[in-house]
């Protein structure tokens, strides 16, 4: 349902733009065309799993690099693992938060076909992976809260990442953010698959926009693994408990972040403002406690996810 009414909500912005660049702007006719996109954006109510992964993944909902922008003060970027090259599908550096020094670190896309090609379309190598631990323990050292935001479909499954050490890298991380001694906070702004998003997923607090998506892997995925079928990718959706709603009945994630109706694309201002606000809350509660309790609350924070879900695995 809703790959259609986006497409329609479409045709109608190119259409005010076009009549907005004409020599004579016909203002009856954009007011039409407006009160058209209001009511179908008002049908977005209600979404099934499977309308969310299509938001998830739309090309137009914020990336990494529009949340650093809009939330972030002073961003300075930090490249290379020190090992082997630099990945551009991590992204990640030092800013400030409301004057307090964080790390940042995300997985980017790119926001057109040239970038998407460079940064692998946001699946991570060894090397990225590497890169997000290297910064990691340099904000561990120096006591800066990290902040991650979650948007990939997994890391990249290719011959020469499993040569360079994809699953080492990846169980490397988790076994380090397990134990960090500094607030560690998650947010998954898109879709987050499988070990390449829990890399950077060990956090103490776990934050989802509401049209966001987090999973063990892709539901094509699922599906070809369970009926040998990719088409009954829509089927396999309701059968992951992979949306926001779940996965916080579940606990495996604290809080679930609105969105705007039609999906973060629509209003990104609307989204930077509230994931500002619960970035904000959360740090809040985080710096009050020490370094071994940090590390504690984390451990205990994964060892208690709800056994029902656990089953779902």
């Given at each position: 349902?809703?790959k ?8 109608i ?19 039409v065309?407006k ?8 049908m ?6 499977h ?11 914020p ?23 630099e ?10 938060y ?32 590497r ?6 323990k340099?904000a ?12 990939t ?8 990442a ?20 500094v ?12 070990g ?5 997923g060990?956090?103490n607090?776990?934050?989802?926009l ?15 693994i ?11 959706c ?5 949306t ?23 209003n ?16 809040e509660?985080l ?7 940090l ?10 996810i709800?056994?029902?879900?656990m089953?779902l695995?």
């Open positions: 349902m809703i259609e009414i986006d497409e329609k909500i479409t045709e912005e190119l259409e005010i733009e076009k009549l907005k660049n004409e020599e004579i702007v016909d203002e009856a006719q954009i007011y065309l009160r058209q996109k209001h009511d179908l954006v008002r977005c109510k209600d979404l099934d799993a309308d969310k992964v299509y938001l998830a993944r739309h090309k137009k909902r990336k990494i690099t529009d949340y650093i922008d809009n939330i972030f003060e002073d961003f300075f970027e930090q490249k290379g693992d020190a090992l082997g090259k990945d551009g599908s991590i992204y990640g550096g030092i800013a400030l409301k004057g307090l020094p964080v790390t940042v670190i995300g997985h980017r896309k790119g926001n057109d076909l040239q970038e998407n090609i460079k940064c692998n379309f946001g699946m991570p190598g060894p090397e990225g992976y890169k997000a631990l290297r910064l990691m340099q561990e050292k120096f006591g800066r809260p990290i902040i991650t935001f979650i948007d479909p997994g890391a990249y499954p290719g011959l020469e499993e040569t360079n050490g994809q699953s080492i890298a990846i169980a490397t991380n988790l076994a380090k953010m397990s134990a960090l001694k607030p560690v906070i998650a947010v998954v702004t898109g879709e987050g698959s499988s390449g998003a829990l890399a950077i060990v956090a607090s776990v934050l989802m509401e049209n966001a998506v987090y999973s063990i892997l892709s539901p094509e995925g699922y599906a070809t369970l009926w040998k079928d990719s088409s009954r990718s829509a089927e396999a309701d059968m992951m408990k992979l926001a709603k779940d996965l916080y009945n579940y606990g495996v994630i604290d809080d679930i972040i609105p969105e705007p109706l039609g999906g973060a694309h629509l990104p201002k609307n989204v930077y403002k509230n994931v500002d606000k619960h970035i904000s809350k959360e740090l509660k710096v009050k406690l020490n370094p071994d309790e590390a504690k609350h984390r451990y205990k924070k994964f060892r208690n709800d056994s029902n879900y089953n695995l």
